[in-house]
């Protein structure tokens, strides 16, 4: 091609400087499956949901300046005699995206002509034995299945690259094997989850993704996305109680106010799901309201949480960790999290020079920190 590439990676131009004519279409379909990569991911969407999306369906709300994605549902759609109607129907509610999502969108839309932001061919050509253009293959969507064998090519592409330009940010192979499209829907549900202190964390990593997509469409039941969420809590919380059992039985010290408590819940959790079968999505948020999994990991705490005797939160059914108090009654430590509190203490300031209100402050602190540590390590025992 006669145009120059001008697009950099790290300072350096990314190919060039051109690009051979019989690369444009391979390129192209790489380019397609990163934009896919984006908004499965960015969206929390199902493969279909997503491989449906049409041009135009990026907008933004003028009220709330979020970055919507409008799409066609099939499910229960009807014609206005009844009938099924093949062609689907607006959706009701839109995803909202983060904005990188609403930027693969408009990208897609540069690279072809097709109505379908995925097609399944860039160059349509007729079938095979026909004539004439009302036979192309223009319009047909792309499948889920040639999608995952587009990710692996993608996959291959990069490592490619990073061999060639002498790069070490390659990908890596999956421990749990291909890398479907349906799993990126599960990789945010894990991501929401695990990071500490859920959707608010989350906003450092992510620019607000979780909260969009939790609270945006996919937040719905209709979705399906919030059983995601509950079934990656359930396993998130199953896995830390284990964690927590295998412990206490190696001898494991827990101190703090609920110490005895959280023994106890853990003892209760090992005995009702130890050896269980991983239930549905839809089981797993029931059973995520056992007693004996209110157990959550705070900075340098486990909140064995009781709404009655909370110090975050009164009315809500699961502790505000970015609220906790240090007095109150539903705080347990282990070893671990004695180990979070005395890196806080090291990264305190010891700046003697001090305005004298934040140096007698981060004394306070360091002596509350000290007590902590002195407390677990040499009373509670």
């Not at 001008?6 to 279409?25: F, H, K, M, N, R």
């Not at 549902?73 to 909202?96: H, L, V």
């Not at 192309?136 to 060639?164: H, L, P």
């Not at 009702?272 to 959550?296: C, H, I, M, W, Y």
Request: charged residues 25%.
């Amino acid at each position: 091609m006669t145009t120059r590439c001008t697009a950099s990676l790290d300072g350096q131009l990314w190919c060039g400087p051109y690009v051979a004519w019989e690369e444009v279409i391979p390129l192209t379909l790489h380019l397609q499956t990163a934009c896919f990569i984006a908004i499965a991911y960015l969206s929390g969407m199902r493969p279909g949901e997503a491989l449906n999306l049409e041009r135009g369906c990026h907008r933004i709300n003028p009220s709330t300046k979020l970055h919507e994605l409008h799409g066609t549902t099939w499910k229960n759609a009807r014609t206005p005699d009844d009938a099924k109607d093949p062609e689907g129907q607006p959706r009701r509610n839109p995803w909202i995206v983060h904005p990188l999502a609403g930027k693969a969108v408009e990208v897609l839309e540069q690279v072809h002509t097709s109505e379908l932001l995925f097609p399944k061919t860039l160059r349509p050509k007729p079938l095979r034995g026909t004539n004439g253009r009302s036979d192309a293959r223009a319009g047909t969507g792309q499948t889920a299945a040639k999608m995952t064998t587009d990710i692996e090519s993608f996959i291959g592409w990069v490592n490619d690259y990073c061999v060639r330009h002498q790069r070490n940010d390659r990908i890596p192979e999956d421990a749990d094997g291909r890398i479907t499209a349906n799993r990126f829907r599960r990789t945010l549900a894990w991501h929401i989850v695990r990071r500490p202190r859920g959707l608010v964390a989350a906003v450092i990593q992510y620019n607000h993704i979780s909260t969009l997509v939790t609270q945006g469409y996919s937040g719905n039941y209709h979705s399906g996305f919030p059983n995601e969420l509950a079934m990656e809590r359930w396993l998130e919380r199953i896995e830390r109680l284990t964690d927590i059992d295998r412990y206490l039985e190696s001898g494991g010290h827990v101190s703090g106010p609920a110490a005895e408590e959280l023994r106890e819940r853990t003892q209760q959790a090992a005995s009702k799901f130890q050896g269980r079968v991983l239930p549905t999505r839809r089981q797993a948020e029931n059973l995520l309201n056992d007693p004996s999994l209110q157990v959550f990991k705070g900075d340098g705490l486990h909140c064995v949480f009781d709404k009655t005797t909370a110090l975050c939160t009164k009315n809500e059914d699961a502790p505000n960790l970015g609220r906790c108090h240090s007095t109150c009654g539903n705080i347990a430590r282990t070893d671990a999290d004695i180990l979070e509190v005395k890196a806080a203490l090291d990264r305190l300031p010891q700046d003697r020079f001090a305005p004298p209100i934040r140096h007698h402050r981060a004394q306070q602190v360091a002596e509350h920190l000290t007590g902590i540590i002195t407390s677990h390590e040499y009373r509670d025992r």
